[in-house]
């Protein structure tokens, strides 16, 4: 038939998420969301406009839903612009993290992300991909590394791109960004039942995607048995 499989993995931030989901993707021939990177646009709209960010919750639904953008290989367009460097500063993944808060918000951004869902199959990364946006997802992967790991990854991705950073201050915020994201009330970042742990802080990219290829597999294999 059409079975068209999706492969979620959820971790924290820092944890390599991104980074692994897109070479699983590439190897795959899959199709990849960056889930995040919509909550880091509506915060992104929300900052240039000057809004106040705890405030309006519909408002904020409305920017969600309205985001025109396109993601083209390594570009995300919002508009004409290329945002993709702008978003990933830390004050915008902070900015993200309240919002994300916004039951209206996430219910504004589901269809879009269910829209990925194309054939021959997708791989995405964020919070609640595993348990809110593809609950029937083949594989679940929940992605993570100590915060001291994720801290110095952070601060060596941002030093390759000449941005200056601080060790103690991307601890501080991941911390933080941690503990939003894990005991807000809807859709959590959890350990799910289905889900399987993938502890990363000794294990190298490479190994990471192979672990995950690897799960995939296994799955696969299952299924058919
Ligand atoms: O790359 P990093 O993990 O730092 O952040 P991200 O994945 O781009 O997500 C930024 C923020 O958006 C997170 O801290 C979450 O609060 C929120 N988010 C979410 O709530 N649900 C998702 N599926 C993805 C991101
Ligand atoms: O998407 P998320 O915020 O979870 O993390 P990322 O942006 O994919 O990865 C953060 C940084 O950690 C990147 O510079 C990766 O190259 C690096 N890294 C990793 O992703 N996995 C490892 N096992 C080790 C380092």
Same mark, same amino acid.
């Given at each position: 038939?059409?079975?068209?499989?999706?492969?979620?993995i959820d971790g924290p931030s820092a944890s390599g998420k991104g980074t692994v989901a897109q070479r699983v993707a590439a190897k795959l021939g899959f199709h990849y969301l960056d889930s995040g990177a919509l909550y880091r646009l509506v915060a992104l709209v929300a900052m240039r406009s000057g809004g106040d960010l705890g405030g309006d919750e519909k408002r904020l639904s409305e920017v969600a839903r309205e985001l025109d953008v396109v993601f083209k290989g390594t570009e995300?367009?919002?508009?004409?612009?290329?945002?993709?460097?702008?978003?990933?500063?830390?004050?915008?993944?902070?900015? &993200?993290?309240?919002?994300?808060?916004?039951?209206?918000?996430? !219910? !504004?951004?589901?269809?879009?992300?269910?829209?990925?869902?194309?054939?021959?199959?997708?791989?995405?990364?964020?919070?609640? *991909?595993g348990s809110v946006v593809f609950p029937e997802a083949a594989?679940?992967?929940?992605?993570? &590394? %100590?915060?001291? !790991?994720?801290?110095?990854?952070?601060?060596?991705?941002? *030093?390759?791109?000449?941005?200056?950073?601080n060790i103690a201050t991307l601890l501080q915020d991941i911390q933080e960004r941690d503990a939003r994201d894990s005991n807000r009330s809807v859709a959590p970042l959890q350990?799910? &039942?289905? %889900?399987?742990?993938?502890?990363?802080?000794?294990?190298?990219i490479a190994q990471a995607v192979d672990s995950v290829l690897q799960q995939y597999a296994e799955t696969r294999a299952k299924a058919r048995a």
């Open positions: 038939g059409n079975y068209i499989p999706v492969i979620a995300i367009r919002l508009g004409n612009e290329d945002v993709a460097d702008a978003i990933r500063s830390e004050a915008c993944g902070n900015a &993200a993290s309240k919002i994300a808060a916004y039951p209206a918000v996430r !219910a !504004a951004l589901l269809a879009r992300q269910r829209a990925f869902r194309q054939l021959p199959g997708l791989v995405t990364d964020g919070r609640d *991909m594989l679940k992967i929940f992605l993570t &590394a %100590t915060a001291e !790991a994720r801290a110095e990854r952070r601060y060596k991705q941002l *030093m390759a791109k000449g941005i200056d950073a350990l799910g &039942a289905d %889900t399987n742990l993938l502890d990363t802080t000794s294990l190298n």
